[in-house]
């Protein structure tokens, strides 16, 4: 089974911190993800990456950067954390290639709070 | 404009019975796929059941089902003999881009279900 793991559950950081989400998958995916999930909007795409050191905007980048240095880790920055960051985290990896029935593979998520 | 819809932000049913979820969506690409996905409280995000565009039947996988009419670009999410464990959120998802060769889905708003004993 593919595993995708994010190093923290919940997190708790002051505002204008710099923080670091990561998530490690073992399965040697190209494709990796970042989405937040909030109440009433359903997941929405931060950034995401095809291969190392490539990086795409998704839906909402704003506030964010990402590093893929090693196919297998995927990072999400926030450099100056913001109360509207409070959010649920959710890190994915998908099968390689063009393959549109490739599912997405979560992590269990990380609940960042910014106060 | 909002390019995948689910309109039941909350439903109930019965343990034992049926139930539908709605989704619609919008897409320009000839070819695509709907995903459905589970989220207990746990948080976890839960693969449940894929249709393409082009499959000729409805995607069963055990007691989930897809009724896709895609004339109408509904992919309703069908359970069967519901039971409590099937309480959680449910997103249906679509690939509205791409990019390398990263298929980039967009996710509904979704849907809580709550199984009654």
């Known amino acids: 089974d593919v595993k995708v793991t994010q190093s923290s559950r919940y997190l708790v950081k002051r505002t204008g911190e710099k923080v670091f989400l990561e998530c490690v998958q073992d399965m040697d995916h190209e494709n990796m993800f970042w989405y937040r999930q909030d109440p009433g909007l359903g997941l929405r795409l931060i950034y995401f990456?095809?291969?190392?050191?490539?990086?795409e905007k998704g839906d909402i980048p704003e506030g964010y950067s990402v590093s893929r240095e090693k196919k297998e880790r995927f990072s999400l920055i926030l450099e100056s954390a913001s109360t509207n960051q409070t959010s649920m985290y959710l890190c994915a990896s998908s099968l390689p290639g063009r393959t549109y029935n490739s599912p997405l593979h979560f992590g269990n998520g990380t609940r960042l709070t910014v106060t | 404009a909002q390019k995948i819809t689910q309109t039941q932000p909350g439903m109930f049913v019965q343990e034992k019975e049926a139930v539908t979820l709605d989704c619609t969506y919008d897409?320009?690409?000839?070819?695509?796929?709907l995903f459905w996905y589970k989220q207990p409280s746990s948080g976890e995000m839960i693969f449940l059941i894929y249709?393409?565009?082009?499959?000729?039947q409805n995607a069963t996988e055990g007691r989930y089902s897809l009724n896709f009419q895609k004339a109408r670009k509904s992919a309703n999410l069908v359970i069967s003999a519901s039971q409590l464990g099937d309480s959680a959120m449910y997103f249906c998802a679509i690939p509205l881009g791409s990019s390398g060769s990263a298929r980039q889905l967009t996710f509904g708003s979704g849907t809580q279900l709550t199984v009654l004993p």
């Open positions: 249709q393409g565009s082009y499959d000729q």
């Open positions: 897409t320009s690409d000839p070819s695509y796929g």
């Open positions: 990456s095809y291969d190392v050191k490539m990086k």
